[in-house]
């Protein structure tokens, strides 16, 4: 589904539960080494790196908070999103791809004196499973915008994959 770099090693974990995709010469190596193996330890192997964390929201606790005053805030959906292509340096909120594999579906941004200083976007990595990801330009952060727009964008995304 996705070009893959080959060689490649590919583990994921969620829960108790780990997932390895490898190209097979690799996996008969490394299955032994990974066998019986905790998250902890697999991740701390000497031929694992480049790994990421991610976490799943605790539905629960998950709930809108109040946008930080002085900044004016927007959301923009599907094709909206690619006009917010031609501003650089928020590559961690947003493809910058139309004909990205894993499209942006839904951003929320903050605005201070008409420039874009925050995004907070989500990505639709399967039917189930979207990411975020945000950036905030370095003067303004420490204001409380990535807390308010990834709480806020999260329930937005709740909502959507799963209406009331």
Known sequence: MFDRQSP???????GKGIVVSADSNILTKVKPLLENKTREDIFVAPFVFGHS????????RLKKLPMPDDFNFYIKEGKEIHDLYKISGFENA??????????????????YNNKIVAIAGASADSNLMWQIGIDVLPQFRNKELV????????IMIMELLHPI
Do not use: G
């Not at 947003?94 to 605005?111: E, K, L």
């Not at 807390?147 to 999260?154: D, I």
């Open 8 to 14: 490649f090693l590919e583990i994921v974990t969620m």
């Open 53 to 60: 964390l991610y976490y799943i929201p605790d539905c629960n």
């Open 94 to 111: 947003i493809q910058y791809d139309v004909n990205h594999p894993r499209p942006d579906v839904i951003v929320i941004y903050a605005m």
């Open 147 to 154: 807390t308010s727009l990834v709480s806020n964008l999260a």
